[in-house]
């Protein structure tokens, strides 16, 4: 079992910047793709941005690129997601999941998952 403990999350006015860190309790974090989602209120969970193995690959989606960067370092099993610009649509629960998927849009593909971090972006 792969425990996921995820921080950064917080108040920030739009326009403003925060960075979230997931971070896994296994040595064979390596081992597994991360990707980032969110969920509002009566919202359904939407992708946002993974991150393959090796961190050669990235995905994002259209609505948060150009503002938000998903980066992993292997050597401390963390994931960040740097979030630039930010906007009150960002508002949203944001979680972290660890997994081997073929489409890293699929939270379905996602077999552990972290506690989620509010994000909340207003002024």
């Known amino acids: 079992q792969v425990q996921l403990v995820v921080s950064g999350g917080g108040l920030v006015q739009p326009g403003g910047s925060l960075r979230l860190s997931c971070t896994g309790s296994?040595?064979?974090?390596?081992?597994?793709?991360m990707g980032w989602f969110r969920q509002a209120p009566g919202k359904e969970r939407e992708f946002v941005a993974a991150?393959?193995?090796?961190?050669?690959?990235?995905y994002y989606v259209d609505s948060v690129k150009g503002r938000f960067t998903i980066s992993r370092d292997n050597a401390k099993n963390t994931v960040y997601l740097q979030m630039n610009s930010l906007k009150p649509e960002d508002t949203a629960v944001y979680r972290c999941?660890?997994?081997?998927?073929?489409?890293?849009?699929?939270?379905?593909?996602?077999?552990?998952w972290g506690q989620g971090t509010q994000v909340t972006v207003s002024s």
């Open positions: 296994t040595r064979t974090f390596s081992n597994y793709a």
């Open positions: 991150i393959s193995r090796s961190g050669d690959n990235t």
């Open positions: 999941g660890a997994g081997s998927p073929r489409d890293f849009s699929n939270r379905n593909n996602y077999a552990y």
